[in-house]
């Protein structure tokens, strides 16, 4: 059963092998001629190297002309031969350039790009694929979110703090505008991966606006702009570590140290620890840390003596103003009947000692449990804002000054 259909194969193979050569003996020999009628094809070299760039509302087509000396032009293709424009090739010795915008309407296009000499011999086609952007993706571009922006009139500098976006949507910057303290408005651009933009030399009382620029591939040549959100005013803020509990930047101990932000000299720093440090300005009540100066009672205190009397101690913050008017609201405050403390605003880097006072933009002696203190600025530039301490003690007496409540400082 087995050896049948090789039998049948073995007879079948040579009667097809007949066959086909009785057909090829009776076919011309020169049928093939029919097929170079009108002489041989002659075929131009091609482009090389095309790239077809996306832009807004238009295309960027790149390419290089190499191996053919003889093109004398290009012609390009596009939407199955519906649209067409033709370049003008000069050829040199070397490997040329094309290099040319085609203005074309949104959406995906495919071109077709076939090169001629002066017989007319044409090329091979290349094909390529593009992209033209325009009204209908600019019209999905969502801005940025903005969740908080402050002016901080210490450094006068503006923080923009940014809200997440997609990347994949083509986002590559934010493009912030503001007004700087010479009267100058600048352009600031920051890449999108930034969470926070840091506005220099910002001008207080004059708003923002900013807009969200994109890419949306890697070979678009154009950017996209979403609108502006504009009219953005900051929230202004002269003056920090502001709320109690105050914030401390060191402790020298449980209970003594130095606050966060806020500047304490040398006479303000009369807690001595047993490795030789100095602390001032913090005392922690109930576990909450209040501004504070204090002299006296060293007997009790660890190491002994401590607390020594202080001189003109100071705790202060120097920041930066425009012209007019300011308040500074302390909401609660612990005064022992000794001792003298000021509020003070003094034009410059630094406070003024007691004997100086007449030199300040104005002080207020503080004596109940708040106080509100008012005063005009002129002149536009760095101002000090703080505390002044004049206190007295002794090794079984002595005089304390504590804030232990918020304050506030605000332009009228």
């Not at 002489?39 to 087509?61: A, C, M, N, P, Q």
């Not at 012209?323 to 609660?332: E, Q």
């Not at 004997?355 to 008012?374: K, M, Y």
Request: net charge positive.
């Amino acid at each position: 059963m087995m050896k049948v259909p090789h039998i049948k194969t073995f007879f079948i193979m040579p009667l097809l092998s007949m066959a086909m050569l009785s057909f090829l003996c009776c076919s011309k020999s020169d049928d093939y001629k029919k097929y170079l009628e009108g002489g041989e094809i002659s075929y131009t070299g091609k482009i090389d190297s095309v790239k077809v760039f996306s832009g807004k509302e238009r295309v960027y087509i790149t390419g290089l002309f190499m191996a053919d000396p003889k093109v004398e032009r290009l012609k390009i293709y596009w939407d199955n031969r519906q649209d067409s424009t033709e370049v003008k090739v000069n050829r040199t010795a070397g490997v040329d350039t094309l290099k040319i915008s085609l203005k074309i309407s949104e959406g995906v296009h495919n071109f077709e790009l076939i090169t001629y000499d002066a017989q007319g011999n044409k090329s091979l086609s290349v094909f390529k694929t593009g992209v033209s952007y325009g009204e209908r993706f600019s019209s999905g571009l969502i801005n940025r979110p903005m969740y908080a922006v402050d002016y901080f009139a210490g450094d006068q500098k503006t923080t923009v703090n940014w809200g997440g976006i997609d990347l994949t949507s083509g986002a590559q910057f934010t493009e912030v505008e503001y007004t700087n303290t010479s009267g100058k408005l600048i352009i600031q651009r920051d890449s999108i991966k930034l969470g926070k933009s840091i506005l220099a030399d910002f001008m207080p009382g004059k708003p923002l606006r900013y807009r969200t620029l994109f890419v949306p591939d890697s070979l678009s040549i154009d950017t996209f702009y979403t609108n502006y959100s504009a009219n953005i005013s900051p929230k202004e803020v002269y003056l920090k570590n502001m709320n109690f509990p105050f914030e401390t930047s060191a402790m020298g101990g449980d209970r003594w140290g130095t606050p966060a932000v806020w500047l304490v000299n040398d006479a303000a720093k009369n807690f001595k620890t047993a490795d030789g440090k100095y602390y001032g300005g913090i005392e922690i009540r109930d576990k909450k840390a209040c501004l504070s100066l204090e002299a006296g009672w060293w007997q009790w205190a660890s190491p002994s003596p401590n607390l020594a009397p202080i001189v003109n101690g100071k705790i202060y913050q120097t920041t930066n103003l425009q012209p007019g008017k300011y308040r500074f609201t302390v909401s609660k405050i612990d005064k022992g009947s000794a001792g003298v403390v000021h509020l003070i605003a003094a034009k410059g880097n630094a406070l003024p000692d007691q004997s100086a006072l007449n030199t300040a933009l104005g002080f207020q002696t503080l004596s109940g449990s708040s106080a509100i203190f008012e005063f005009t600025v002129t002149e536009a530039g760095p101002v000090t804002l703080g505390f002044l301490g004049n206190m007295n003690g002794t090794a079984s007496d002595g005089s304390y000054f504590k804030v232990s409540g918020n304050m506030i400082f605000e332009k009228l």
